[in-house]
């Protein structure tokens, strides 16, 4: 059966009842046990010194960074920078206030302008951070009496949205276009229903059938919310992600998205063409109950995204060296999170958490840094080592890090 999967719900530890943190037993054990074998904490690194997109400093040594959501490599572009700067200086550091009291300055309008012409749809607004933009819409959009239909394996910021407001929630199974059609089709006759739906599934980078999957919606008479957290910038003919590559981003009410992956700084957003969308300024909690970006974050997200309107090249560069890691890796006899390239995030199956983390350490010890997911992050209890590419990657950086996939799978017996 289907249930909703939801961060392991923390087991009650025996003993001391009246300790709040008991909770959080196992999870100490687990954390000790992994870190008594001698391994680097996968979770405590530290980028010591940025040196460009796809190179830091990590314990004293240049490392190749694999392992971010910097896909358009958009982080040190000189305008990007520049108009950051001119920000701190036209108007200070922080707003200190709400967007709907002292918190809007013309940059977040700009900004909000510049994902208008993006998306070129009516209304966008602009959240201090793309979890807050799903916490807000979903909560606010789908409330009492509503139904919220999700796929499974959705990001944690989809769920804590279901959560915060009071709909009823029903998941599908990941990427089933049957499975959400039979959930839509037990839904009482009238009631209001948004199907939420991602455009690229971050754990393993796969891509949902978006075209079938907004046809059934449609059907019966839901309305759809995507976040394309991960395609924006890369995928479809101008980036404006995978409904527009499957050619029905006009069918979609809600388009999700961030500022912390392509963009290359932090905040988040929605854009939509529904004419009362001004609406939810209004009404949205984590909008208004919130401090709103700094001058300089806003300045680099609206100069970061109208570059982001003329990437064809760095996208064209972005999928070569999704394809040339994929197809290396796959070569390599390394198990893949999807059987072709999908996305900018190629995810390698790993047995278990102690040879996951092993790997993970033997290659930063090569000099190359990658995410390591775990569950309950992952869907079905894997562990995954997450290699997120970018488009100022080069082909020999692609190679370099292929023969340093090789050196750490032998050592430590995963190939
Ligand atoms: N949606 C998805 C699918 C994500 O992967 C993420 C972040 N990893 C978010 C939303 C939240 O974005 P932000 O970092 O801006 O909070």
Not at 65 to 77: A, E, P, S, V
Not at 259 to 265: A, D, H, L, Q, Y
Not at 302 to 321: C, D, F, P, Y
Not at 380 to 405: D, Q
Request: charged content about 20%; hydrophobic content about 40%; glycine content about 10%.
């Amino acid at each position: 059966s289907e249930g909703i999967s939801q961060p392991d719900a923390p087991v009650q530890a025996e003993g001391n009842a009246t300790d709040l943190f008991s909770k959080f037993d196992s999870l100490i054990q687990q954390r000790e046990a992994l870190l008594a074998n001698g391994v680097e904490d996968p979770f405590s690194l530290v980028m010591e010194k940025v040196l460009s997109p796809t190179r830091a400093v990590c314990n004293g040594r240049d490392t190749i960074l694999l392992g971010t959501y910097n896909y358009m490599g958009m982080t040190f572009d000189p305008d990007v920078i520049a108009a950051g700067k001119q920000a701190l200086d036209d108007f200070g550091s922080g707003t200190t206030g709400s967007r709907v009291l002292n918190g809007t300055y013309g940059g977040h309008r700009d900004c909000e302008q510049a994902l208008r012409e993006f998306y070129d749809m009516d209304h966008a607004m602009v959240f201090s951070t793309g979890y807050q933009a799903n916490l807000g819409i979903i909560s606010t959009v789908a409330g009492k009496g509503d139904y919220v239909v999700l796929d499974i394996d959705s990001h944690a910021s989809i769920y804590d949205g279901c959560a915060l407001g009071n709909a009823e929630i029903v998941a599908f199974r990941h990427n089933d276009i049957d499975s959400l059609d039979k959930r839509l089709g037990r839904i009482p006759e009238g009631a209001g229903k948004l199907v939420v739906l991602e455009g690229v599934y971050s754990m393993l980078g796969d891509v949902a059938p978006l075209k079938d999957m907004i046809a059934v919606c449609k059907k019966h008479g839901a309305m759809v919310l995507v976040d394309e957290a991960h395609s924006m910038g890369f995928i479809g003919p101008n980036g404006r992600g995978v409904a527009e590559e499957q050619g029905v981003i006009d069918d979609v009410d809600f388009i999700i998205g961030t500022f912390s992956k392509s963009v290359g700084t932090v905040g988040g957003f929605c854009v939509s063409n529904h004419p009362k969308f001004e609406i939810l300024r209004l009404v949205c909690r984590p909008y208004v109950f919130t401090a709103s970006l700094p001058p300089s974050v806003v300045a680099t997200a609206a100069t970061s995204i109208r570059k982001l309107m003329q990437g064809t090249e760095k996208r064209a560069h972005l999928w070569e060296n999704s394809k040339r890691l994929h197809g290396g890796l796959k070569a390599l006899g390394f198990q893949l999170g999807t059987e072709e390239p999908q996305s900018a995030i190629v995810a390698v199956i790993m047995p278990d958490l102690e040879r996951g983390a092993a790997m993970w350490e033997a290659l930063l010890k090569e000099g190359l840094y990658v995410n390591l997911a775990r569950p309950p992050a992952t869907p079905a209890n894997m562990t995954l080592l997450r290699c997120s590419l970018c488009a100022e990657h080069t082909a020999e950086e692609v190679e370099t890090i292929l023969g340093m996939f090789e050196r750490a799978g032998k050592a430590v017996g995963i190939i």
